[in-house]
């Protein structure tokens, strides 16, 4: 944070040349590890305006914070780098898969396949639990990935909802689809021993109404 500038940088991607109002390769995830940053993802390694809209398919890369180092590279939008009981799980959303990385060959290992583009990722003792987004279709982020081919193939349409992921056999145990107005999820989060938890956002008429007491 910064008390006159909207931010004071203290990392960026070692291929990327310098701040800029835009968006170049779509750094899009952070793994904490020890509470300190240690990976990033991004969509690509364009250092260009817009860039990485063209290496959506296999431009994807995972970027080593503290050295600078490009740790796994190949791969379609990843997403949601997390560091879980001593590896680093993502999501090759262009794909639709969920996996980990190997990180002596930076190859990505897919444990599960599932229906929609994935976002968002949380754990809970073996299990994962993830999200799932409907293509946008307004933009063409989403089309023409791996993920359309793979679902087209299954005889599946994208969902829009949470899934649940054993990781020991990489099923799918749980599903939780959303129907209606909501096409994506951006991300999970896990609430332990909380029940029927609620979210007010800063502009609900619900807001206005809420009243807490100190």
Not at 69 to 85: E, F, K, T, Y
Not at 116 to 123: I, P, Q, T, V
Not at 138 to 145: K, V
């Amino acid at each position: 944070m910064s008390p006159t500038h909207s931010f004071t940088p203290v990392w960026l991607p070692p291929f990327i040349s310098g701040l800029a109002a835009e968006d170049r390769c779509h750094l899009n995830g952070l793994a904490m590890r020890d509470g300190k940053p240690a990976f990033a993802t991004a969509v690509s390694t364009s250092d260009t305006l817009d860039g990485w809209r063209d290496h959506r398919r296999d431009g994807g890369v995972v970027i080593d914070i503290a050295s600078n180092r490009i740790v796994a590279h190949g791969l379609s939008m990843p997403h949601s780098p997390r560091w879980h009981d001593g590896r680093l799980w993502l999501h090759d959303s262009g794909t639709g898969r969920f996996g980990s990385i190997d990180m002596a060959s930076g190859r990505f290992e897919p444990l599960a396949f599932l229906p929609g583009y994935l976002r968002g990722l949380a754990f809970a003792g073996n299990h994962a639990v993830m999200g799932l987004s409907r293509p946008r279709g307004d933009d063409g982020t989403f089309s023409g990935l791996a993920l359309d081919d793979e679902l087209a193939a299954r005889g599946l349409a994208a969902e829009c909802g949470l899934a649940i992921v054993d990781l020991v056999s990489g099923e799918m145990t749980e599903t939780l689809f959303i129907d209606g107005v909501v096409r994506e999820l951006y991300d999970v989060a896990i609430l332990p021993g909380r029940r029927q938890p609620g979210c007010l956002g800063p502009l609900s008429p619900d807001l206005k109404r809420s009243i807490t007491i100190g």
